[in-house]
């Protein structure tokens, strides 16, 4: 064997070696990856279904179960999706024809498992023998392609769960798989590979000079760097801030942590679209598409992402415009790369990466439902919104570093030194023939070296104290919009909101308090909530105090008459309880609104909605079925037909929702009946407060003439019957014979006893005797005594009377 034969195959079986070594390590990562992805998801479907319980199998069957969900969620990162399809006893797809299909890509497992193929490969060619740049291409593309096809076994099998009835089948095999595996392993792999060569012992870099298009692409790829560093480093703070906040709002933050490390990618990257203004929206069926953003109620101090983002921006055109030559004008000619790039970049990982989607179709039977898409993805706008970012800050690395070198000569001397390191980081070796670019500024004799105090002139000691006056106004400025913005808020709060409403109930404006809160009642209930209604109040609420509570309080026990306070509707925006404190007849009281709040107002400006009407269900007793008046609205109560709950007198009802307050209640008058009133009180409900019977009706003299002269009337016009048993008649006999006439007369009219408690009176002590001839000619006499209980009806100055 020849020395070059034997280096040939040294070289075949380490191209080899590495290679497997290369693949084995992905796969181990992906199934790693995989099973950390499966254990967030299982404490996910516990925490929403605490409830829920495995069904029964065998140790054999769940174990073969969680491996299949294991190979689907390895391969589930190379493939971003995922589809299901349930079939029902029959054959009958449930799921149409495609299935349901949800697309996620789950970055953290896919860069970990990049991760580890960077790392592995870098260690991988340091230990072994140099095959060149041809070799390395190679064994990146052998081990890449050994895992694509690994990937595609693992998720060739799927996941079949059979119940009873139904079977649903779940594969994450998609048309991405094989290339997203094969490129990103590949490209990893090289990248490790070259950076692993370029560090060998003992061997430089050979780099052939750089032309000006291959300067000029090196320094973009340095800014490109430098801006992408600073935007990792504020989506990195801003992901911890929300990871923070989510864990500490998390009723289980044992089961949020790991969910929250398994999304920590989509949780940095959505913060940082925030930070950039940007919007997240969200679209499910049948419900109008949301958006949330910086601004959104939902969010209110998402804002403060914006802060990174700002100091992310001034750094790094800081950083990118010291090395820059000082021109006059910016160079229009290279102002779009940064701008290109970042629109690119945004626009690939908003439409591939970061979208969430579910879509699909259900049939029934053979017959389709419609299709299905639920999505939460970045605005369509955002990449264009990056892009003009990227555009600030190469307009700030232009007009940035000379005014910082004259303001902070020491800031802008630590920004050089800090550039010319990153440069020396990422530049190879120089070569003698390798000139500096052209694009990097050269110190000159007029440029003082870094650190030396420099003597300004008078021009420019005008320019830096018109440059300080600019700014401390700017700041005064600031400092005093943030103030006025503040103050118009706090007059605009919650609780602002929430004495505005209750003053205008307290001032008796209900048109005013019914646009301000819906008063969520019936439209025939809606009459005693007026202006005229809480006029004729005798007596209205004096708002005390309103103060915002800490926690949601126990509503009391609800009951036909004290309803409990509605509870806030269920939504994302914030909302706050808030206590309202006022006095009413000499009483304090209290109540709770739940006040929310909306879209601002001119993007800074707060506004809150109050969704708790402050209405009150209350009820007015009287005791004869006879028209009343509640404050100002007139009506006619039912029948009498239950009792007061002490004393057992008999009583109606009338129920109505009003606001607070002591309205006046006053019966029908006549010249039969005297009334004594009492008014109702509507609020917090007690025992003290309210009345057995607000109307009572007591009987006058008149009514008891009237009465005796109806039934006197009534017993004459029954005397003239020549029936036996004259229907309706207090009196009756009975006749052989048929077609026998009786005749009545009245020989002792009854006492009449008028009830004071009802419409209904009592006769007794009357006798009534009658006469009847038969076919004989023989006439019988007898007599009947005048007993019968019986009502009475009022109608205007008449009055009728019926026997029972």
């Not at 199998?57 to 589809?83: I, M």
């Amino acid at each position: 064997m020849t020395p070059t034969s034997a280096l040939t195959s040294a070289v075949d079986k380490n191209l080899i070696t590495s290679s497997a070594l290369h693949a084995a390590a992905c796969v181990v990562a992906a199934l790693f990856s995989g099973a950390a992805l499966s254990s967030a998801s299982a404490l996910l479907v516990s925490d929403l279904a605490p409830d829920s319980q495995p069904g029964p199998s065998n140790a054999a069957s769940g174990f073969e179960l969680l491996w299949q969900f294991v190979l689907l969620l390895t391969s589930l990162p190379f493939s971003g999706q995922l589809r299901v399809a349930v079939e029902s006893v029959g054959g009958f797809s449930m799921t149409g024809e495609s299935g349901l299909v949800l697309g996620l890509w789950p970055l953290a497992s896919l860069a970990f498992v990049l991760a580890v193929s960077l790392a592995t490969a870098y260690g991988l060619e340091r230990r072994g023998t140099d095959g060149g740049r041809r070799g390395r291409l190679a064994a990146a593309a052998v081990s890449s392609g050994t895992f694509a096809v690994l990937l595609l076994c693992v998720a060739a099998p799927g996941l079949r769960l059979d119940t009873a009835g139904a079977a649903a089948t779940v594969t994450a095999l998609s048309p991405a798989l094989a290339p997203v595996a094969f490129t990103s392993v590949f490209v990893t792999g090289w990248l490790g590979r070259s950076l692993a060569a370029r560090g060998r012992p003992g061997e430089a870099p050979q780099t052939p000079p750089l032309g000006s298009r291959s300067r000029e692409l090196r320094l973009l790829r340095t800014e490109l760097g430098i801006y992408t560093g600073a935007l990792a480093v504020a989506g990195s703070l801003l992901g911890v801030v929300a990871m923070i906040l989510g864990v500490a709002q998390s009723e289980s933050p044992w089961t949020a942590v790991p969910v929250l490390l398994a999304a920590a990618p989509h949780v940095a990257l959505t913060a940082l679209i925030l930070g950039h203004l940007g919007a997240i929206a969200v679209s499910i069926p049948f419900t109008p598409s949301t958006v949330a953003s910086v601004f959104s109620p939902e969010l209110p101090h998402a804002w403060l992402a914006l802060l990174p983002v700002v100091a992310a921006t001034v750094a790094s055109a800081m950083l990118i415009g010291v090395r820059r030559p000082e021109t006059r004008f910016p160079q229009w000619s290279s102002l779009w790369r940064l701008p290109a790039a970042a629109l690119l970049t945004w626009t690939i990982l908003t439409s591939m990466l970061l979208p969430v989607v579910l879509s699909g179709s259900a049939s029934a039977l053979g017959f389709s439902l419609g299709d299905l898409t639920i999505s939460v993805r970045p605005a369509f706008w955002t990449p264009a919104l990056f892009a003009i970012w990227a555009l600030a800050v190469e307009l700030l690395a232009w007009a940035l570093p000379r005014r910082l070198r004259i303001i902070a000569p020491r800031l802008h001397s630590r920004a050089v030194s800090l550039r010319a390191r990153l440069d020396r980081g990422r530049a190879p070796a120089a070569t003698g023939s390798e000139t500096r670019p052209a694009l990097i500024a050269q110190p000159s004799a007029s440029t003082p070296p870094a650190g030396t105090a420099r003597q300004f002139g008078a021009p420019a000691r005008r320019r830096l104290r018109r440059a300080g006056a600019a700014l401390a106004v700017t700041m005064v400025i600031i400092a005093a919009t943030a103030i006025a913005v503040t103050t118009v808020n706090h007059q605009r709060g919650a609780i602002a909101e929430a004495r505005r409403y209750v003053q205008a109930i307290a001032d008796g404006d209900a048109s005013l308090a019914g646009e301000l809160v819906d008063p969520n009642i019936e439209s025939a209930q809606r009459q005693y909530l007026s202006d005229e209604m809480l006029a004729a109040a005798t007596e209205r609420i004096t708002v005390l105090d309103i103060i915002q509570l800490e926690a949601a309080t126990t509503p009391a026990t609800e009951t036909w008459l004290a309803p409990s306070t509605p509870a806030a509707v269920g939504s994302a925006r914030e909302t706050k309880n808030l206590q309202v404190t006022y006095r009413l007849g000499g009483t304090t009281e209290t109540a709770v609104l739940v006040a929310e709040r909306v879209e601002n107002e001119f993007l800074v400006l707060e506004h809150w909605q109050i969704l708790t009407p402050l209405v009150f269900a209350s009820a007015v007793g009287t005791s004869h079925a006879m028209d009343l008046t509640i404050g100002s609205v007139t009506v006619t109560p039912d029948p009498v037909s239950s009792r007061t709950w002490e004393g057992s007198q008999p009583v109606s009802w009338v129920q109505f929702d009003a606001y607070p307050a002591i309205y006046p209640v006053t019966g029908t008058t006549s010249e039969f009946y005297s009334t004594s009133n009492q008014p109702v009180r509507v609020g917090t409900i007690a025992d003290d407060h309210v009345a057995d019977r607000n109307v009572v009706y007591t009987p006058t003299e008149a009514l008891q003439t009237a009465v005796e002269s109806a039934v006197t009337a009534r017993i004459d016009e029954c005397a003239s019957s020549t029936d036996a048993a004259p229907v309706g008649c207090p009196f009756s006999t009975y006749v052989y014979g048929a077609n026998r006439s009786v005749n009545w007369s009245v020989a002792t009219y009854p006492t009449v006893t008028v009830s004071g408690a009802s419409d209904s009176f009592e006769i007794e002590g009357g006798l009534a005797v009658y006469t009847s001839t038969g076919e004989s000619g023989r006439t019988t006499k007898g007599s009947d005594t005048i007993w019968e209980r019986g009502s009475f009806a009022v109608d205007g100055e008449k009055v009728t009377v019926e026997f029972r």
